[in-house]
Nanobody
């Protein structure tokens, strides 16, 4: 099983980033996919998740209206579009399969002027 995140970086407050996660080694379309994040000194928190067919999503209150999760069951990818970024969104972002405990290596997102 491999989950490989990409798209992190440094962005100014109010800016946008698009994170992608490529999945392999399992039947992607059978699993709810999730994004989580961990800021320095804080516990890891669920950011967003999407069901197997892509028509059901769930977001942390802190990101509702700003982040959008989507998936492509042909390309085996899950994407997190992040808009109106704030300094408090700074964290390492992880793609994972909650049901199986499979995690990617994470990608750093830093929001700073």
């Amino acid at each position: 099983v491999q989950l490989v995140e990409s798209g992190g970086g440094l962005v100014q407050p109010g800016g946008s980033l698009r994170l992608s996660c490529g999945a392999s080694g399992f039947t992607f379309s059978l699993y709810t996919m999730s994004w989580s994040r961990q800021a320095p000194g804080k516990e890891r928190e669920l950011v967003a998740e999407i069901n197997t067919t892509g028509d059901g999503t769930n977001y942390a209150d802190s990101v509702k209206g700003r982040f959008t999760i989507s998936r492509d069951n042909v390309r085996n990818t899950v994407t997190l579009q992040m808009n109106s970024l704030k300094p408090e969104d700074t964290a390492v972002y992880y793609c994972y399969v909650r049901r199986k405990g499979w995690w990617g290596q994470g990608t750093q997102v830093t929001v700073s002027s």
